[in-house]
């Protein structure tokens, strides 16, 4: 079957560096997604990786393996606004997105 | 209109009522997708359309139908509704089903009661 995985919850210091585990299985695979939502509201994108490595963008990273079924999200200088859940998903082999239940990061001051 | 758009914003509605949440986008994407999020799990892919005239059925489609007349709509249409539907609906698009870049509107709110 097809499956994402995701702490359900963390918590982080403003102004710290936290990183966001995400594993998946799937059907073939076509990329990896990283979307932040905050509380009522609808999920926003954030980054996207087919290849291995690391993509940078600005304070927000996404890393990828694809060999380990992988992938984690590094959010450096935390703000207060970054507070949210923030979704895993991956393409399949039919272009569908496998969600994640989305890990929910409470930044404390 | 900038981007999606839904209507309502929320509703309740007696179960065995029919209900259709609308939604518009004017992004002239090809695809078009209906989620259901609920607390704890993730989203889940209620129906979806490549294309303008296609449409396909996700996880979780029973209860549910969609129609795609035109690029712009895709209204997610409940026959009889049942507690269980109670969630908070998700339409989003994106340029195709193969460039992935979803784009999602404000969501609905649906309490069945």
């Known amino acids: 079957g097809q499956n994402i995985d995701q702490p359900t919850e963390m918590t982080a210091t403003e102004g710290a560096i936290v990183q966001i585990n995400c594993t998946y299985q799937?059907?073939?695979?076509?990329?990896l997604f990283w979307y932040q939502q905050h509380a009522g509201e609808a999920p926003t994108f954030l980054s996207y990786?087919?290849l291995d490595g690391l993509e940078e963008k600005g304070r927000f990273s996404s890393f990828l393996s694809r060999s380990k079924g992988y992938s984690y999200l590094l959010l450096k200088e935390l703000q207060m606004k970054d507070s949210a859940s923030y979704l895993c998903a991956a393409q399949d082999s039919n272009y569908q997105l496998i969600w994640g239940a989305g890990t929910k990061l409470i930044i404390k001051p | 209109i900038a981007g999606i758009t839904q209507a309502p914003t929320s509703q309740i509605l007696a179960a065995g009522r029919r209900m259709t949440l609308r939604c518009t986008q004017d992004m002239r994407h090809n695809a078009m997708y209906w989620y259901r999020q609920d607390l704890g799990l993730g989203l889940r892919l209620i129906h979806y359309s490549n294309t303008a005239g296609t449409t396909g059925k996700g996880e979780v489609p029973d209860g549910y139908s969609v129609s795609r007349a035109n690029t712009d709509d895709f209204p997610l249409t409940l026959a009889s509704a049942v507690p269980s539907q109670t969630s908070v609906y998700f339409c989003a698009s994106s340029l195709s089903s193969q460039v992935n870049e979803q784009f999602f509107g404000p969501g609905t709110r649906l309490t069945v009661l």
């Open positions: 799937t059907s073939g695979f076509n990329g």
């Open positions: 990786n087919v």
